[in-house]
Nanobody, 124 residues
Framework: QLQASGGGLVQAGGSLRLSCAAS????????IGWFRQAPGKEREFVAG????????YYADSVKGRFTISRDHAKNTVYLQMNPLKPEDTAVYHCAASSRDITTTRGLEWAYDYWGQGTQVTVSS
């Protein structure tokens, strides 16, 4: 029901825009979070958006470089990433939560639906 796409191989300093498309149901009333997992590391929260887009949240490591946005008409959430660093290399997942993510945005259990990931590789 959630499908992440847009990953790829890019040089450091470059940009990518990830998409998280929903199908089968509307996620307009769900908060959306982006998580990533690098090899040998635990999955970590990257960015989140409340359903109304009135609240957006970012991990300190990506603040100022990544932007989360959503298009309700297309049932899609985007993650614009620029400039990318080698340490951004990971598999990126999007997830949907029916909860208010103000305090739970980084907690995996708070998300009801998860999409398959998309690989982002940043070369130095």
């Amino acid at each position: 029901q959630l499908q992440a796409s847009g990953g790829g191989l890019v040089q450091a300093g470059g940009s990518l825009r990830l998409s998280c498309a929903a199908s089968g149901r509307t996620f307009s009333r769900y908060a959306i979070g982006w998580f990533r997992q690098a090899p040998g590391k635990e999955r970590e929260f990257v960015a989140g958006s409340k359903w109304s887009s009135s609240g957006t949240y970012y991990a300190d490591s990506v603040k100022g470089r990544f932007t989360i946005s959503r298009d309700h008409a297309k049932n899609t959430v985007y993650l614009q990433m620029n400039p990318l660093k080698p340490e951004d290399t990971a598999v990126y997942h999007c997830a949907a939560s029916s909860r208010d993510i103000t305090t739970t945005r980084g907690l995996e259990w708070a998300y009801d639906y998860w999409g398959q990931g998309t690989q982002v590789t940043v070369s130095s």
